[in-house]
Nanobody
Framework: QVQLVESGGGSVQAGGSLRISCASSENIFTFNVMGWYRQAPGKQRELVAGIFSGNIRNYADSVKGRFTISRDIAKNTMYLQMNSLKPEDTAVYYC?????????WGQGTQVNVSS
């Protein structure tokens, strides 16, 4: 059973930065795609950034130019570097991985951005 464990969330003021991590129990090279989602109170979960085979990356328009998704295959870990944070970035951030049509999720890490 694949386990994904997020870490690195916390509280920061607007304009600040955070890096969150997602450690996988299995080789992340076996996943077809990995990504970060977030869910704010009262809102639906939304895709923030994804990274595909071949290192192709995509981002939600709301985070383009501010967030960077990356992965370290040797450490089986995916990252999300978040810069120029805004209060509207406040949410629980979830790690997601897909392999052969099966979705795997982490437990989430809270990010709070104060104005």
């Amino acid at each position: 059973q694949v386990q994904l464990v997020e870490s690195g969330g916390g509280s920061v003021q607007a304009g600040g930065s955070l890096r969150i991590s997602c450690a996988s129990s299995e080789n992340i090279f076996t996943f077809n795609v990995m990504g970060w989602y977030r869910q704010a109170p009262g809102k639906q979960r939304e895709l923030v950034a994804g990274i595909f085979s071949g290192n192709i990356r995509n981002y939600a328009d709301s985070v383009k130019g501010r967030f960077t998704i990356s992965r370290d295959i040797a450490k089986n870990t995916m990252y999300l570097q978040m810069n120029s944070l805004k209060p509207e970035d406040t949410a629980v951030y979830y790690c997601n991985a897909v392999r052969h049509g099966t979705d795997y999720w982490g437990q989430g890490t809270q990010v709070n951005v104060s104005s």
